[in-house]
């Protein structure tokens, strides 16, 4: 233990950026076959297109990418460059988490950070968020605001679960009864009681209300522009996304579900920015 101490704090910090990079490159892999009812673990890395395996060295995270432009070292196809923005991102959370976080807290933190990536990126492509990741995650992070994050604490934790998560659920009822359609789904509300959770109370407001506000913005993007943003997917049969789509009440609903723009990555959003600025945010907010 001594010896990792000693470790040179920039060395230390490019250590975590490394792992981060390879947490990363798991998201991925994770937000691709989850929904699709493939085993996170077997069998290796794949390519989408021609479903060889990838060699080692082109699944090295980042450098693979930018090596390779963005193609696959087998058949050439391209790459979604969102892959490689997730493995840069996730790397550059570890390294900040490390330099301004106690370890604990900054681990805490980052595995929030990393289960809001694979909610997002599921909830984009599927309109979908699986209660497999926010289910386990409600109770790690009360275990992880009592038991690593005193800045967080057990009551904060609970109090973010009830009121965050009590409050959108609320609020997608009345939608619901005044408009006759859902507005609000219930892995959003899981997912803001997962935030709640680990960021307590001020976490779980925030990533309301400002989730909120980015979620409008960019809802008045896509009506400027006059599209509708589908699914990448349709729903595939047995996994999760075609037991969430087969819950639709009716027709109208249903088409409804599959042009709406998905809450859950504005909220995923709002909750990394407190996840890591979370001290600079409370400094701003009590002045």
Same mark, same amino acid.
């Given at each position: 233990?001594?010896?990792? &101490?000693?470790?040179?704090? @920039? ?13 990363? =490159?798991?998201? #991925? ?17 794949? !390519?989408?297109? !021609?479903? #060889? ?5 082109? #699944? ?7 090596? *390779?432009?963005?193609? !696959?070292?087998? !058949?050439? /196809? %391209? ?8 493995? *840069? ?7 900040? +988490?490390?330099? #301004? ?9 980052? *595995? ?8 997002? +990126? ?19 992070? &009360? ?12 009551? =904060? %934790?609970? /109090? ?22 859902? @507005? ?14 680990? $960021?307590?109370?001020?976490?779980? *407001?925030?990533? $309301? ?15 400027? %522009?006059?599209?509708? $943003? ?13 037991? &969430?789509? %087969? ?9 409804? +579900? ?16 407190? /996840?890591?600025?979370?001290?600079? +945010? ?6």
């Amino acid at each position: 233990m001594a010896a990792i &101490m000693d470790v040179p704090r @920039g060395i230390a910090a490019l250590i975590a950026f490394a792992f981060g990079a390879c947490v990363g =490159s798991f998201v #991925n892999v994770v937000a691709y076959r989850l929904p699709r009812g493939i085993s996170i673990v077997a069998p290796r890395s794949f !390519c989408p297109n !021609c479903k #060889n395996a990838i060699p080692f060295w082109a #699944n090295i995270p980042i450098f693979a990418y930018l090596g *390779l432009r963005g193609r !696959c070292a087998v !058949c050439g /196809a %391209s790459i979604p460059f969102r892959y490689f923005l997730i493995e *840069l991102a996730l790397a550059s959370a570890a390294a900040y +988490l490390y330099l #301004n976080f106690a370890p604990l807290d900054a681990l805490a933190r980052y *595995l929030l950070c990393a289960g809001l990536f694979i909610a997002a +990126l599921i909830d984009y492509d599927w309109r979908v968020i699986p209660n497999v990741i926010t289910f386990p995650g409600i109770p790690t992070g &009360m275990l992880a605001a009592w038991w690593v994050m005193p800045e967080v604490g057990w009551k =904060s %934790s609970i /109090a973010g679960i009830v009121i965050g998560a009590g409050f959108l659920f609320v609020t997608g009822e009345a939608y619901l009864r005044i408009r006759g359609r859902e @507005g609000v789904g219930m892995g959003d509300v899981w997912l803001l009681g997962m935030v709640g959770a680990f $960021l307590g109370l001020p976490g779980a *407001l925030f990533t $309301l209300f400002a989730g909120s506000i980015i979620g409008t913005i960019g809802a008045i993007a896509v009506a400027v %522009s006059g599209e509708h $943003l589908q699914p990448l997917h349709e729903p595939l049969p047995g996994t999760i996304a075609e037991v &969430m789509a %087969s819950a639709a009440p009716d027709e109208e609903a249903s088409r409804f +579900l599959q042009t709406e723009i998905p809450f859950g990555p504005f909220l995923a959003l709002a909750a990394g920015i407190f /996840a890591l600025f979370q001290p600079a +945010l409370i400094d701003w907010y009590a002045r």
